[in-house]
């Protein structure tokens, strides 16, 4: 059993998927614009100027709160946080300080099969930063600024130490993410810098209450450098304690090639910030009304769908995470469903059935290189129809594989391809008997060897028949047609 244990905490900006910049009627979207053009007086802090607040953005920080649990202020207002970073032009930045939008929440993950509950203390607005471009020429290193990001609504979500391990912090913020995208309120892409991650990671002594020196993590870009992170600084600062060395709150950054955290600054406390609200923005009153409305238009939760498929479809708990993990995926998964007519114990079988085919078949196909040539993959009502036709005998498991991708590709029904490319399977005895005697006259040592005891070599005469029909023929039917001629031959 170690001595020590971890207490950490985590901060997760989320940019907000609104048209315009938080404070401007610039446009959000910055990705693909050319650097510095979409900008204006306002987000790049010149003098004079004045903020407007984005309606829509608070809007989206009630839903978030909502979905967590949280209170939502009746009034809230914004503040200055100041320090003199290159990425803030104003040497400011616009955000919240004691009057968040949202408090007091929660979040419920589960780990190795134990339920922890995440406090989380704060969902407040802010703006986003300028993006500093580190440059290594065949000279010196320099640095560009890009303000095109400077003033996109931003979303911070705080959370209370509540969480004691690398895979509980993994397992939260997979939840919030998968949240986060399932009330759509912000693409949540780590890749794209707009579902970003900073932990705060302190030890102590097992049974102790006080919390140690904080140290602050931040450059983590992926669920797996955020366990990495939190695992490599459990270790130090646990090493460091055992040697009797004082730990320093500090904002330290995690390496991604060498996996490991190099000091970057001293910790600032909430004084250096030297906050005071915002005298250009006056108070925000909250209409309960507008509450509401928010509270009455979140779709279900990820969890709350999960636990339905479980009790409705009698799906596995691992089903039914995979199903719920992705909002489109579970959308799909209800439209196959609704498409499915059967009742009683075949509505099981078939809710099995349409999760593995969502699962795996339409998940492969998603992730293989390349885009659909139809946009949106595979029309649940077509699906339906193909695993009927498998049901039924139609296509074997291999023919709908082979029909499935063609649908994937092309958008046509299962039907249709199946009778072009001539894939149905043959399950009527006139129709496979042919085949079944071509293969005994054209095998008579296999079938001595059967005549003479040796049944497994059935085997190879069930493949005859299905090689001689292309692989239409019903390989069961095919085995007791042969079985019956053969027993007739003894």
Known sequence: MTDYEAVIGLEVHSQLLTASKMFCSCVSGYQDAEPNTTVCEVCLGMPGVLPVINRRAVELVIATGLALGCSIGAYTKFDRKNYPYPDLMKGYQISQFDQPVASNGHLDVTTDGVETTVRINRVHLEEDTARLLHRNGSGDAYTLLDANRAGV?????????????????????????????????????????????????????????ELGAKVEVKNMNSFRSVYGALEFEILRQTALARDGVRIVQETRGWIDDKEITLSQRSKEYASDYRYFPEPDLPPLAIDRALVDRIRAELPELPQAKKTRFMEEFRLSDYAAGLLTASKDTANFYEKLMSFSTFTGKDKYLRAESNSNWTITELSRLENAPGEPAVEGGVDPAHLAELLDMIASGVLSTRMAKTVFEEMYATGEAPGRIAEKGELEQISDADSITPAIEEAIDKNPGPVEEYLGGKDAVIKFLVGQVMKITRGQANPQLVTTLLEDKLKAMR
Do not use: K, W
Request: glycine share 8%; charged share 20%.
């Open 153 to 209: 609504p931003l979303m911070e979500i705080v959370t209370e130490p509540d969480i004691g391990s690398p895979a509980e912090a993994r397992a939260y913020l997979t939840s919030l993410h998968t949240i986060l995208r399932f009330i759509g309120v912000s693409a949540a892409n780590m890749e794209e810098g707009n579902f970003r991650c900073d932990a705060n990671v302190s030890i102590r002594p097992v049974g102790d209450q």
